[in-house]
């Protein structure tokens, strides 16, 4: 079981950045997953971006090269640099945690979401 609490999202220009933080009610480490998500309206969720084992990081595509997933172990917090935004990037951003409990069975925790609006 772990909480996860968004924050860091608001309203951005075109091109700008921001920095969304994941904290965690407990620590990180061993958590298999940890990972962003966004939904715009009229869209299914997506993956941004995910750190897997500790390291290991993927990113959607239309994102590479200008967001960043990183972590911080000591703080329980998980961070989305997002740089060189642009107006489809408007969405709700979710934070998520897999926690593998077994072979076949994991499970999966989210956040309540926070708005990030990129417009002119």
């Known amino acids: 079981q772990v909480q996860l609490v968004e924050s860091g999202g608001g309203l951005v220009h075109p091109g700008g950045s921001l920095r969304l933080s994941c904290a965690a009610s407990r620590s990180i480490f061993s958590i298999y997953a940890m990972g962003w998500y966004r939904q715009a309206p009229g869209k299914e969720r997506e993956l941004v971006a995910a750190?897997?084992?500790?390291?290991?990081?993927n990113y959607t595509d239309s994102v590479k090269g200008r967001f960043t997933i990183s972590r911080d172990n000591a703080k329980n917090t998980v961070y989305l640099q997002m740089n060189s935004l642009k107006p489809e990037d408007t969405a709700v951003y979710y934070c998520n945690a897999k926690i593998i409990r077994g072979a076949g069975d994991s499970l999966s925790f989210w956040g309540q979401g926070t708005q990030v609006t990129v417009s002119s």
């Open positions: 750190m897997i084992s500790g390291s290991r990081t």
